[in-house]
T-cell receptor, first 112, second 112 residues
């Protein structure tokens, strides 16, 4: 079946612009996660959604970052007033059980 | 969650078993050991997890010491496609839906 999809696959933007990154989770998965991976760095948790519970936003690095999940499915990660340090691969994952998270291919964001 | 320690890199000959160690000496009784891997330019992929018993699936085996302070992931017959960064993660079960905290992992290179 279809896996987690993310769009766009690549995004180049200018410093100060806003960007939106989209994640389509596996159908029926109740949990959705956002991570990012900077060049040469490990994966860093950003935020996760589980069902109708309030999202865990504890990993968001600043108030320029926000995310929403509409209808319990698609999620959008928004970065306002992008900075060069926001350049990274942004990864989305979804899960049906607490054991296995299924990751998408990621969106590579480059801020010039 | 308990921290983990892994060697930064290791090589393995194709067709041989790859034994990846992970130290988690501060693990508590309700924490599971998870393994994920990340092939270059892809999102992480779940491999296996366990609490205290040894586990085996189609991808790998997980051996956890009796005191649970360390574990070994075994890839029984390494192939070139197993070249990846392997992450050992310890995760508390009361935070079942929560984030994965990735460390630096072990870069495994399988050579012909």
């Amino acid at each position: 079946g279809a896996g987690v999809s993310q769009s766009p696959s690549n995004k180049v933007t200018e410093k100060g612009k806003d960007v939106e990154l989209r994640c389509d989770p596996i159908s029926g998965h109740t949990a959705l996660y956002w991570y990012r991976q900077s060049l040469g760095q490990g994966l860093e948790f950003l935020i996760y959604f589980q069902g109708n519970s309030a999202p865990d936003k504890s990993g968001l690095p600043s108030d320029r970052f926000s995310a929403e999940r509409t209808g319990g499915s698609v999620s959008t990660l928004t970065i306002q007033r992008t900075q060069q340090e926001d350049s990274a691969v942004y990864l989305c994952a979804s899960s049906l059980t607490y054991n296995e998270q299924f990751f998408g291919p990621g969106t590579r964001l480059t801020v010039l | 969650d308990a921290k983990t320690t892994q060697p930064p890199s290791m090589d393995c000959a194709e067709g041989r078993a790859a034994n990846l160690p992970c130290n988690h000496s501060t693990i508590s009784g309700n924490e599971y050991v998870y393994w994920y891997r990340q092939i270059h330019s892809q999102g992480p992929q779940y491999i296996i997890h366990g609490l205290k018993n040894n586990e085996t699936n189609e991808m790998a085996s997980l051996i956890i010491t009796e005191d649970r302070k360390s574990s070994t992931l075994i890839l029984p017959h390494a192939t070139l496609r197993d070249t990846a960064v392997y992450y050992c993660i310890v995760r508390i079960t009361t935070d079942s839906w929560g984030k994965l905290q990735f460390g630096a992992g072990t870069q495994v290179v399988v050579t012909p």
